[in-house]
């Protein structure tokens, strides 16, 4: 699978798989000084999943996730500087500091969040999907959400929805095992989530979403589905957490045993080790990239030290828009 992909896109994925890692060692770093207010969900393990979906995906594409998505971000492309400074409240930031971790967004990217609420990007996502087929375009909507999330009524109601509609959605499921403290297990009656998409008659799988290029494949089929007009996938990947659901969480409720065996599955070392056994990439440029995400990082943390603070008139700026394009009101496309 990883062969028929050229060099640049293989180094590329380790590239934005050690950079997510190194950003946000750094904003739990940052988190632990004061610098970070708020919530703060990190990443850290599930790299393989934003990156190996990503690049399955077009710039024209829609992205969308809840609020562990500061590597979703990254893997889009959004500079780790501005990410910082979102992290940090300052006015450099990609919702101008007043979304935070949970709330990053980028339009020039289609980049659309950032929700807080648990399953409430599904039925935008949905949304987003219906119009692109109304509008007869050539795109799709990706949608990350965690395992927890297949119990809301807003996922039923969504795959519903999707399924009547054969609409262009690739709906996500990362499946770290844990909901807060609650294992999967003890929230949901099935083992293979995947399989939900069964009542609603839309293509689905569950893979190792460890593996970067297992990723990429299953997403990039759902993608090329969704495009040639066939509908919705509904995707599990089976993932972890290493660290705790958010900042303020020791993460008691799970063995040691358990988590360094996960750390085994560790998606990083594993792509480095694929890359080098392949003799894809040489240990001095595994090296060099490895620096150049710590140097980046570094960077996006002066950036925002520096950045100025919101001015306070901006609080009643981007409350309402008065001002909609044109474009976001018609409608061309057949229904
Ligand atoms: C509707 C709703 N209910 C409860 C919460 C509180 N809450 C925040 S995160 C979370 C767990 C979600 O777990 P999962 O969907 O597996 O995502 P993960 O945190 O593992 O990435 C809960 C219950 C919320 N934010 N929204
Ligand atoms: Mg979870």
Redesign the pocket.
């Known amino acids: 699978m990883a062969l028929e992909l050229p060099k640049q896109t293989l180094v590329q994925m380790y590239r934005k798989m050690v950079l997510i890692r190194r950003f946000e060692e750094r904003a739990g770093q940052q988190y632990g000084l004061g610098q970070i207010g708020g919530f703060c969900h990190l990443y850290i393990g599930q790299e393989a999943v934003a990156v190996g979906a990503l690049t399955a995906l077009e710039d024209a594409d829609y992205v969308i996730g809840g609020y562990?998505e500061h590597g979703l971000a990254l893997a889009r492309g959004v500079p780790p500087g501005q990410l910082m400074a979102e992290l940090f409240g300052k006015a450099t930031g990609t919702s101008k500091g007043k979304g935070g971790s949970m709330h990053l967004f980028d339009r020039s990217r289609n980049f659309l969040g950032g929700y807080g609420i648990v399953g409430g990007q599904i039925p935008i996502a949905t949304g987003y999907g219906w119009a692109i087929k109304y509008r007869n375009e050539n795109k799709c909507c990706l949608c990350f959400f965690?395992?927890?999330a297949v119990n809301q009524g807003s996922f039923h109601e969504s795959l519903n929805l999707a399924g009547i509609w054969n609409l262009p959605v690739v709906y996500l499921i990362?499946?770290?095992?844990?909901?807060?403290g609650t294992p999967?297990d003890l929230s949901t009656s099935i083992r293979k989530l995947s399989a939900r998409a069964c009542c609603y008659d839309i293509a689905n799988a569950t893979f190792d979403g460890m593996d970067v290029f297992a990723v990429f494949q299953n997403v990039r089929e759902a993608v090329e589905r969704a495009k040639r007009g066939e509908g919705a996938t509904l995707l599990e990947a089976l993932t972890y957490?290493f660290r705790g659901?958010s900042m303020a969480d020791p993460a008691t409720y799970r063995a040691k045993e358990e988590v360094e065996a996960e750390r085994k599955r560790d998606p990083i070392p594993k792509l480095r080790q694929h890359l080098l056994s392949r003799q894809t990439a040489t240990e001095a440029e595994l090296t060099e990239i490895e620096a150049e995400a710590k140097k980046q990082v570094d960077e996006a943390v002066r950036e925002a030290q520096r950045a100025p603070d919101p001015a306070p008139e901006a609080i009643y700026e981007n409350v309402y828009s008065e001002d909609i394009p044109v474009d976001r009101l018609e409608f061309t496309g057949q229904r």
């Open positions: 562990r965690g395992e927890a990362e499946n770290n095992r844990y909901g807060m999967v957490r659901h």
